[in-house]
């Protein structure tokens, strides 16, 4: 038997943690989560770039970004 995947909430724990924030541990296991899962991988993406928008006041740019 290999390695227990990691739970739900540790991934959207990650999903949702700034990634300057991830301890280095945390974030080598979310890299391998998402080079397992396309969808987590777009996902991810999506929510960086909401986090990005929101940082810095772009709100003109929300129609854009809402699919």
Do not use: K
């Not at 080079?35 to 129609?63: I, K, P, Y």
Request: with cysteine; charged share 20%.
């Amino acid at each position: 038997m290999g390695p227990r995947p990691p739970s739900a909430r540790a991934v959207t724990r990650w999903l949702l943690t700034h990634p300057d924030a991830l301890p280095e541990g945390d974030r080598i296991q979310l890299e391998a989560v998402l080079a397992n899962c396309h969808e987590l991988t777009a996902l991810s993406e999506h929510m960086r770039s909401f986090g990005h928008m929101v940082a810095h006041l772009q709100g003109d740019q929300w129609a854009a970004w809402v699919p």
